[in-house]
C-alpha cells in the first residue's frame, strides 16, 4: 500500500479553497491514485466518478485542473506538485528518487521537471533551462560568428531535442554547447588582435601619434610633412 505525505495547509490555500467539494475529493483521488512520481496512468474518470459519487467530465476536470495537472495523452495525467511536495529536490544521488527520475526520463518529463521546481521556491538562483537556452537561442548570430566548421543553428535544434528526450538537466547549458560544438567538430574562431601604428615625422621625432588605421594620412603640424608609421604598437 503506498503512503503519501498530506499538507495540513491545503484547506488553507486559496486555488485548493476554491475549488467546488466535488473536485475537491478528486484532487485527492488523483494524488492517491497516481504512481510515486505524480503520472495518473489509465485515467478512468468512471471510475473516479463512481468511487466520489460525482459524474465526471474529462473536459470539465481538464478546466478545472489546468494550472495543476498536465495532460500527456487522452489518459495520462501528470500532477508536477505532487513531485515537489513529496521529495522536495529530487537527486540522482539519493536511491528513493531514482525510481522517479527514471519514470520522469521515459516519459519526457524530466526536463519539465526542472521549470515547476523552480516555482516552488526551492529552487537554487540559477536560471532555469528554458531561460538558459533562451539565452542562447537570442544570441545565435554571435554564436554563428564566434564559431567555424559546424552549422550552429542545426547543431542547437539538435541539442533541444536531445535535451528534450533524454530528460538531462545541465547547470550552464552555454558551457555545455560549448562542448557539444566542439564534438561536432566545430572550432571558437580565435579573437582577431587590433594593431595600432605608430605614427612619427622624421623631422620632429617629438610628435608622435597612434592609429590603427596602417595608411593614415597626417601631417606634421610643424614642418607639414607627412608622417610615417614607425613602430607597430599590440
Keep these: 500500500m503506498a503512503k503519501r505525505f498530506m499538507d495540513s495547509e491545503i484547506w488553507n490555500k486559496k486555488w485548493f479553497r476554491e475549488f467546488d467539494p466535488e473536485y475537491k475529493l478528486f484532487f485527492f483521488w488523483a494524488i492517491s491514485k497516481c504512481d ?89 538562483n540559477r536560471p532555469s533551462q528554458a531561460d538558459q537556452l533562451k539565452e542562447i537561442e537570442d544570441n545565435l548570430k554571435q554564436w554563428k560568428s564566434d564559431w567555424s566548421g559546424v552549422d550552429v543553428g542545426s547543431e542547437f535544434d539538435t541539442l533541444k531535442d536531445w535535451l528534450k528526450q533524454s530528460g538531462k538537466l545541465k547547470k550552464d547549458y552555454s558551457a555545455f554547447f560549448r562542448n557539444w560544438l566542439k564534438k561536432a567538430g566545430g572550432q571558437k574562431k580565435k579573437a582577431v588582435e587590433k594593431s ?22 597626417e601631417f606634421c603640424p610643424e614642418c607639414k610633412q607627412k608622417l610615417e608609421w614607425t613602430e607597430v604598437v599590440k
Design 36 to 124: 510515486n512520481a505524480g503520472v495518473l496512468a489509465d485515467l478512468d474518470l468512471g471510475l473516479a466518478s463512481f468511487q466520489i459519487g460525482y459524474e465526471f467530465r474529462y473536459d470539465e476536470v481538464e478546466e478545472a485542473f489546468e494550472d495543476i495537472i498536465i495532460k500527456i495523452d487522452e489518459t495520462t495525467w501528470w500532477i508536477p506538485q505532487f513531485v515537489i511536495f513529496q521529495y522536495v529536490e529530487l537527486k540522482e544521488t539519493c536511491r528513493p528518487h531514482q525510481s522517479v527520475i527514471q519514470k520522469l526520463k521515459e516519459r519526457g518529463l524530466y526536463g519539465q521537471y526542472e521549470q515547476y521546481f523552480a516555482k516552488s521556491g526551492r529552487k537554487s
Design 196 to 217: 595600432e601604428y605608430l605614427y612619427s615625422c622624421f623631422s620632429h621625432p617629438d610628435y608622435r601619434m597612434k592609429s590603427s588605421d596602417p595608411k593614415l594620412l
